[in-house]
Nanobody, 120 residues
Framework: QLQASGGGLVQAGGSLRLSCAAS????????MGWFRQAPGKEREFVAA????????VYADSVKGRFTVSRDNAKNTVYLQMNSLKPEDTAVYYC???????????????WGSGTLVTVSS
């Protein structure tokens, strides 16, 4: 089970930190990642982090602004979001897969979503 939290309302230029706590799986054996889905749009890949914390991969739209990290001792993955823009508004979902996290591949596990709203 993956439980995401940390979403909310923030002004453009602000920051938020999302968390996703995992239970019932061997966390360190999973690639972890984040996707997002804006109203009326398809779900899209945001970021991924491999088992030991490296490598990390980002969508071009968030590169340089978002940072994904993980704490294997706490079974938690994080997404630090800085310099937020209105176009970042979406429901953010965490995901876990034993091999990879990217667009076009359905992960083994989807987490709950957390809503991020960025006002202009």
């Amino acid at each position: 089970q993956l439980q995401a939290s940390g979403g909310g309302l923030v002004q453009a230029g602000g920051s938020l930190r999302l968390s996703c706590a995992a239970s019932g799986l061997t966390f360190s054996s999973y690639v972890m990642g984040w996707f997002r889905q804006a109203p009326g749009k398809e779900r899209e890949f945001v970021a991924a982090i491999w088992w030991s914390g490296s490598p990390t991969v980002y969508a071009d739209s968030v590169k340089g602004r978002f940072t994904v990290s993980r704490d294997n001792a706490k079974n938690t993955v994080y997404l630090q979001m800085n310099s937020l823009k209105p176009e970042d508004t979406a429901v953010y979902y965490c995901a876990a897969d034993t091999i990879t996290i990217r667009n076009g591949v359905t992960p083994n596990h989807w987490g709950s979503g957390t809503l991020v709203t960025v006002s202009s």
